[in-house]
């Protein structure tokens, strides 16, 4: 079975929320708990199966821009396991930020299992080892501390934001009170949408005139 992801609700000090957006009031579903911080990067949202693949649109259609992830799953699916699936960002074409020296093509973010649970982030760094895939820079670890969380410094030329999930593992019922982002003001700044433009690859921290294979 296929899955849609859900929309992250924004932080309430989220600047680029617009009034479409999911908005949490407070954070006080996170009080007292450990949470994980990464940067949230510009891509495609991007979920791999054993057997599958598909975008935020479960009925994703081509698209040159996915061809590398979609060989990425061809290499590692079979390691996958029935009904699991790895939920992460396709980053192979530039939308709004143009990355220099990103580690690969696919971060992943979150592991789910056939119970349709989220697995804690120690579990889904293990399991990404394993596979040899990363993940987005991590900004912060720890019991959840808003007055320290809003003081995070971020780049807002070169980066688009952060997503706070807590550490532990969670249903995907609970993603709402589990899982939400901040991102810039604007953080859309391209006046095409990147679909329709022509694909400019992003590049590697590895690249030395070829593209990254699609191993992880």
Known sequence: MKFKYPRTPHLPWSPGASSDDIHHKHSDHFVGKQVIITEKMD??????????????????????????VKALQARIG?????????????????HSIAYQA??????????????????AWDETIEICNQLGLST???????????KSIRTLVINTQQQEGYVVRIA??????????????????????????WMHSEVVPNQLASQSGKKEEPNG
């Open 168 to 193: 532990d593992r969670f249903h995907f019922d609970d993603f709402s009170t589990r899982v939400a982002k901040w991102v810039r003001t604007n953080h859309v700044m391209t006046n095409q949408h």
């Open 43 to 68: 891509g495609e949202n991007t979920t791999l199966y054993r057997n599958a693949i598909h975008a935020r649109s479960l009925d994703s259609r081509y698209h040159s821009s996915r061809a590398w």
């Open 78 to 94: 079979y390691q996958i396991p029935e009904n699991w699936r790895i939920c992460g960002e396709n980053l192979f074409a530039q």
């Open 136 to 146: 987005p820079a991590l900004l912060y670890q720890g019991i959840w501390c808003e």
């Open 102 to 119: 990103l580690e690969s093509y696919f971060l992943a973010f979150s592991i789910w299992n056939a119970q349709n649970i989220c697995l």
